[in-house]
C-alpha cells in the first residue's frame, strides 16, 4: 500500500469532486492547501506515475453520452491470464477485473454508440471463443465512486436525472479528452483547448455547462482505492421481484460501505439485477457490510451473491469518442 502525507490525504479527500473550472485550477487547490502551486503539482504526477491516482479528469454519466454495459466471460483457469489480455485489448473496455465466480472475468465495455458495442462484444466473443454475459444498465441509484479515504462516508444519490439536451457538437471530444484526463499543468484547460483548436474560454463554459446538465458527474482526482489499501472489494448482486428493486437501491445507498448501487438487465444466465459494490479493506469488514445490507428491511428474503475481486486487469476513462476509438485500432 502507498504511504500518504497530509498533503495527498488532503488532495485526495478533498479534490475528488469539484475541481476548479477556472483557467489557473491548480492555483486555487495550491492555495487551499496551502502550498504552492509546484508542489501540487509535482506531487499529483507523482500520484499519477505511483499508480495511486488514476488521472484528474471526470467521470460521466452512464448512457448519456455514449453506452455502455457490464460484461464478464467464464475463462477456464489455466486461460485466465490470456482471457483478460484479449478482453483488455479492446479499447472501449475500460475496467476488467477477475471475481470469485465462475463467471470470473468482469469487465465495463463502452463504445460512442450502441452498434460500436455490439461489435466490442462480438470480437470478444470470437476472440476468447467464450460467450460473453451482457447485462445493460436499466436504472442507476448510485455511480459515484469518489468516497474519502479519512473519516466517516456518506452514502452518495444519484439525485436528478441528466439533461441531455444540454449537449452541443463538439462536446463529445471534450468529455473525451477529461475522461482520459487533464494535462497536470498550470492551464490544463489552455492546453485542452490548443488540441482540440478551440479557445480556452469556449472549453471553460462548456465545462460548466456539463457539469450544471449533470452529464459529468464528477471532475476532480480519480483515485485507484486498490493502491491505497481497499483490496477487499465486493460485487454484491441481489435477487429480487422487480417491482421491489427501486426501494431496495435506495436503502441500499443509504449505507456509507456502498460505493455504487444500479440495476442492470438480467438474462437466464443470470438473474440477479440488482448490483451493489461494497470497497473496504479486509474482507471481514466487507462481509460485515454485506450483513448490514441484507438486513434491510427493503432487502428482505432476497438472495444475494458476493463476488470479491481478486485482480484489477484495467482501469481506464471510457470510450465517448469515434476519433479516439479509431486511433486505438
Not at 483548436?197 to 457539469?211: M, W, Y
Request: glycine share 8%; charged share 25%.
Amino acid at each position: 500500500m502507498a504511504y500518504l502525507t497530509d498533503l495527498d490525504h488532503r488532495l485526495l479527500d478533498d479534490w475528488q469532486r469539484g475541481f476548479p473550472v477556472t483557467p489557473e485550477p491548480f492555483s486555487a487547490i495550491a492555495c487551499d492547501l496551502g502550498v504552492g502551486v509546484p508542489r501540487v503539482i509535482a506531487r499529483l504526477r507523482e500520484m499519477v506515475a505511483e499508480g495511486t491516482v488514476a488521472r484528474v479528469g471526470a467521470t460521466c454519466r452512464p448512457n448519456t453520452v455514449g453506452v455502455s454495459t457490464l460484461a464478464a466471460i467464464a475463462a477456464p483457469e489455466w486461460q485466465i491470464d490470456e482471457m483478460a489480455r484479449i478482453v483488455g485489448q479492446e479499447p472501449g473496455v475500460n475496467h476488467s477485473y477477475l471475481r470469485e465466480h465462475d463467471w470470473n472475468i468482469w469487465f465495463v465495455a463502452t463504445a460512442p454508440d450502441a452498434e460500436m458495442l455490439a461489435a466490442t462484444l462480438a470480437r470478444i466473443e470470437a476472440r476468447t471463443g467464450l460467450p460473453v454475459l451482457d447485462l445493460p444498465l436499466k436504472r442507476a441509484f448510485n455511480v459515484d465512486l469518489g468516497f474519502k479515504l479519512n473519516g466517516p462516508r456518506h452514502g452518495l444519490r444519484m439525485g436528478e436525472g441528466a439533461d441531455t439536451g444540454a449537449i452541443q457538437e463538439g462536446d463529445r471530444a471534450i468529455l473525451q479528452a477529461l475522461t482520459d484526463g487533464l494535462e497536470i499543468t498550470e492551464e490544463p484547460y489552455a492546453e485542452l483547448a490548443r488540441n482540440l483548436g478551440r479557445s480556452e474560454a469556449d472549453i471553460l463554459a462548456r465545462i460548466r455547462a456539463l457539469l450544471d446538465a449533470r452529464i459529468i458527474t464528477r471532475l476532480g482526482v480519480i483515485v485507484r482505492h486498490r493502491a491505497l489499501g481497499w483490496r477487499s472489494n465486493a460485487m454484491v448482486v441481489w435477487k429480487l421481484p422487480e417491482e421491489r428493486v427501486p426501494a431496495a437501491g435506495h436503502a441500499l445507498v443509504n449505507l456509507p460501505e456502498v460505493t455504487l448501487c444500479y440495476e442492470r438487465r438480467g438474462t437466464p444466465e443470470w438473474d440477479h439485477t440488482l448490483f451493489s459494490m461494497i470497497h473496504a479493506k479486509t474482507r471481514g469488514e466487507a462481509l460485515a457490510a454485506v450483513e448490514k445490507a441484507a438486513a434491510l428491511p427493503e432487502l428482505a428474503g432476497a438472495s444475494h451473491q458476493v463476488l470479491f475481486s481478486i485482480r484489477c486487469f484495467k482501469q481506464t476513462g471510457a470510450l465517448l469518442d469515434r476519433p479516439r476509438l479509431e486511433a486505438a485500432q
